[in-house]
């Protein structure tokens, strides 16, 4: 996770009391921050996604995924999400309004559409266990 720029830059969220909350946070102990993702990261990630969209067992996962990403998203690119989702029987891809790559540490009014989405999968899939 990029961190320690100026907030006006940031790619990570509109709300400047998280961000640099996470800033002290992570200027405090930098064991936390994460860094930049290994060459062995990103081998697998490619080799995952390449087996996610072509895969035949994707297609058979018959329990509700939703998968949401961030509208105003800079750091990647959710082309791959979208076609996984594409895949699955009950995949909904969602896109979160106006929100940069930390969905969840976004405003709250960003965040309400996720937390709204959240609780419409919980009911979904706790309306078809009863």
């Given at each position: 996770?990029?961190f320690?720029?100026p907030f006006?830059?940031?790619?990570?969220?509109h709300?400047?009391?998280?961000?640099?909350?996470n800033?002290?946070?992570?200027?405090?102990?930098?064991d936390l921050?994460?860094?930049?993702?290994t060459w062995g990261?990103?081998?697998?990630?490619f080799?995952?996604?390449?087996?996610?969209k072509t895969a035949?067992?994707?297609?058979?996962i018959?329990?509700p995924?939703?998968?949401?990403?961030?509208?105003q998203?800079?750091?990647v690119?959710?082309?791959?999400?979208?076609l996984v989702m594409a895949r699955l029987?009950?995949?909904r891809?969602?896109e979160?309004?106006?929100?940069?790559?930390?969905?969840l540490q976004e405003?709250?009014?960003?965040?309400?559409?996720?937390w709204r989405e959240?609780?419409?999968?919980a009911a979904q899939?706790?309306?078809?266990?009863?």
């Amino acid at each position: 996770m990029p961190f320690g720029g100026p907030f006006e830059t940031n790619p990570l969220t509109h709300d400047r009391r998280r961000y640099e909350r996470n800033n002290a946070q992570l200027a405090a102990n930098n064991d936390l921050a994460l860094g930049s993702p290994t060459w062995g990261w990103l081998d697998f990630a490619f080799k995952a996604t390449a087996w996610l969209k072509t895969a035949p067992q994707v297609t058979k996962i018959d329990i509700p995924v939703w998968a949401l990403g961030a509208e105003q998203e800079k750091l990647v690119d959710n082309t791959d999400q979208i076609l996984v989702m594409a895949r699955l029987p009950q995949g909904r891809w969602l896109e979160v309004p106006g929100s940069y790559h930390e969905v969840l540490q976004e405003t709250d009014d960003i965040r309400a559409f996720f937390w709204r989405e959240f609780d419409a999968l919980a009911a979904q899939v706790t309306s078809r266990s009863a």
